[in-house]
């Protein structure tokens, strides 16, 4: 099991940076302070601890996936539309049981993309997948533990039991990984005994009298 990435994808959007003007939003897609705050309010929910989300940040950012070359700024979207078919998979696949907090979040969190009059219309095109695609960024803590599981999980079905039972392969998939951890932790056991400082007769911790 490795340790899940922050963000979907190794390069996070630019999101809490304050170095670029605040420039005004196209007419097709002003959105107004109340629906910035329920949008505010549902990445929060998904991910208490997350960036804040308001007019200026979001202006900000549109700005800088407007400035992209088409192809590079189609990569961003893309990249994490990626991510979020994997967490569809992940919800749909009977042999991986998703925890309940994550399948709860993860509902709101498709509910909010499948609708297409969101915060940024989707009709707007690729800037109507701003909204979308932030909202996957900031809500991503919320499933990156559980995602990578699954991702780890699918590799292992794969390469060693394509055909086994749901309940069977997930509980093999599970010993197999905490053996893992366990043999880890003995090396790490190993390693600090071996290197542990040791008392030379002259510095020994006693004194006789």
């Given at each position: 099991m ?5 963000t979907?994808t ?5 999101f ?6 605040v420039?005004s939003?196209e007419?097709?897609m002003a959105v107004t302070?109340a ?7 549902l990445?929060?929910?998904l ?8 007019a ?12 992209m070359?088409k ?8 990249q ?10 992940m ?15 993860l509902?709101?969190?498709?509910a ?6 969101d915060?940024?219309?989707?009709r707007i095109?690729?800037l ?9 960024e ?22 060693r039991?394509?055909?086994?039972n ?15 951890i366990?043999l ?13 400082p040791a ?11």
């Amino acid at each position: 099991m490795r340790m899940p990435h922050p963000t979907p994808t190794s390069q996070p959007l630019p999101f809490e940076s304050d170095r670029a003007p605040v420039p005004s939003l196209e007419p097709a897609m002003a959105v107004t302070p109340a629906a910035i705050a329920a949008f505010d309010a549902l990445v929060h929910e998904l991910h208490p601890d997350a960036a804040r989300v308001d007019a200026t940040r979001l202006q900000r950012l549109a700005t800088w996936l407007s400035a992209m070359p088409k192809e590079d700024a189609r990569a961003v979207v893309d990249q994490r539309l990626q991510r979020l078919q994997e967490l569809r998979a992940m919800l749909a696949d009977p042999d991986w049981d998703c925890e309940p907090g994550v399948r709860a979040r993860l509902d709101k969190l498709l509910a909010y993309v499948d609708d297409g009059d969101d915060l940024i219309p989707d009709r707007i095109p690729l800037l109507g997948l701003l909204d979308d695609v932030l909202l996957i960024e900031l809500a991503w803590p919320a499933f990156a533990e559980e995602a990578e599981d699954y991702r780890d999980f699918c590799a292992y079905r794969e390469l060693r039991h394509p055909h086994a039972n749901g309940a069977e392969l997930r509980a093999s998939w599970v010993r197999e990984r905490l053996d893992e951890i366990a043999l880890l932790q003995q090396r790490v056991r190993v390693h600090e005994h071996h290197y542990a400082p040791a008392f030379h007769a002259a510095q020994s911790p006693f004194r006789v009298t």
